[in-house]
């Protein structure tokens, strides 16, 4: 039976009711620990640190500058960073059959639920949300401050808006990833709603992303009677061929199809990777191109289509083979490389960068934070994340790549 709009929420409310404390987690890990143990502790961190009511906050101001609940710093990547943990959780779940760390991806999927629920508009999801009183002074000072708003469906919240094509692809890719490998069948009847919700208010608005007010947002374009990248062609193309498998909606499959048949957006996807000029390129690209090929190529079943996806991921490990390997993304490029080719790229380098990952340090920092009565300037703690360290290596524990004694 399908939860009601009022149980769903009642339940998001009763898993969000008690924030973490600030520096709730002060016991870091040594560059010399083993892997596992780093990876341990980084996790303990974000979950005591950055938790806040299920999702996860990217960059945590601790006080003075910051409260005593983890709702100062950037926010604007904090749906994508719940997301990616939601994935990390889900292939640790698939590497352990842990039920706690199913729990724990459950408590996550709240999360993202209620970035959902705090916007009032089914199918429009926040990129953050604070419980607060009062707006905060980093609304004035990170991302767009008049992308903040207070909530009308959950008084005593604010949320930031204006959703990116980054964030459609962390959901794909987190969501996609929970329900395949973790969620129990009640969990994926909340994946596959959301999803549904979510995509099929792109799709109702001929491909774009569009906010409350059902404008498109400034990075919302997959629509194929406005230019856009080949990029966007790929992430739609992914987020139909999910939202169709875990829905099992026509309208997602014929969507799909439409795209192909009619404006080629297949033949788009194998340009999605930029490789020249070299300054066009950009990380964050290869970074939603990857989560996109992880779902799209592996759950494509035409020989036609699986060739072109296979040319795009070619074209991107023609530039990521030749990476310096200094980022835990770029380490997982590698690891997903594998894992959709089949060939072995594992070598003393690539092994020796996996055992080195890390995830981030505190640092003492001094904020110039807009006031009332003017600024003022305040020095406090900081964390940044540490997501892609946890994801990176569950990921290649659950596909047997990276060596539990690490």
Not at 75 to 98: F, I, N, P, V, W
């Amino acid at each position: 039976m399908k939860p009601s709009a009022t149980v769903v929420l009642t339940v998001l409310l009763c898993l969000g009711s008690e924030p973490a404390l600030a520096q709730k987690v002060n016991r870091f890990p040594k560059r010399n620990d083993p892997l596992h143990v780093r990876v341990a502790l980084f996790d303990e961190l974000v979950r005591g640190n950055h938790w806040n009511e299920g999702a996860i906050m990217q960059h945590v101001i601790f006080p003075p500058a910051g409260r005593e609940t983890p709702i100062v710093g950037s926010q604007e990547d904090c749906a994508g960073h719940t997301a990616l943990y939601l994935a990390a959780c889900s292939h640790r779940y698939a590497a352990t059959q842990d039920p706690q760390i199913r729990g724990l991806a459950d408590e996550v999927m709240a999360g993202l639920l209620k970035l959902e629920a705090v916007t009032g508009v089914p199918g429009v999801v926040a990129r953050s949300f604070n419980r607060t009183d009062a707006p905060l002074w980093h609304e004035q000072v990170y991302f767009f401050p008049q992308e903040w708003h207070w909530s009308s469906a959950l008084p005593g919240y604010r949320w930031e808006g204006d959703l990116s094509s980054d964030k459609f692809t962390d959901f794909l890719f987190g969501v996609g990833a929970y329900w395949e490998l973790c969620a129990d069948e009640t969990h994926k009847k909340w994946a596959a709603d959301f999803m549904d919700r979510f995509v099929g208010r792109c799709v109702d608005f001929n491909f774009k992303m569009v906010d409350v007010d059902n404008k498109m947002t400034l990075w919302g374009n997959f629509c194929p009677d406005l230019p856009h990248q080949p990029l966007n062609s790929l992430e739609m193309l992914a987020g139909l061929k999910v939202t169709w498998r875990m829905t099992g909606k026509d309208r997602y499959r014929a969507a799909y199809a439409m795209l192909i048949d009619r404006y080629h957006y297949d033949d788009d996807a194998i340009l999605a990777k930029v490789l020249w000029p070299e300054e066009w390129k950009t990380p964050w690209d290869d970074e939603l191109a990857a989560k996109a090929l992880y779902m799209l190529y592996r759950w494509e079943t035409d020989p036609s289509l699986r060739i072109k996806y296979r040319m795009c991921l070619n074209r991107h490990w023609h530039d990521w083979k030749n990476s310096e390997l200094k980022t835990n993304e770029e380490i997982f490029y590698h690891l997903l490389y594998q894992v959709l080719s089949g060939e072995s790229v594992m070598n003393p380098r690539l092994v020796r960068a996996i055992q080195g990952m890390w995830g981030f340090d505190r640092r003492r920092s001094r904020f110039t934070i807009p006031t009332p009565q003017g600024i003022k300037t305040v020095e406090a703690e900081e964390e940044g994340e540490a997501t892609s360290l946890i994801h990176t290596y569950w990921f290649g524990r659950h596909y047997n790549l990276i060596d539990p004694a690490w």
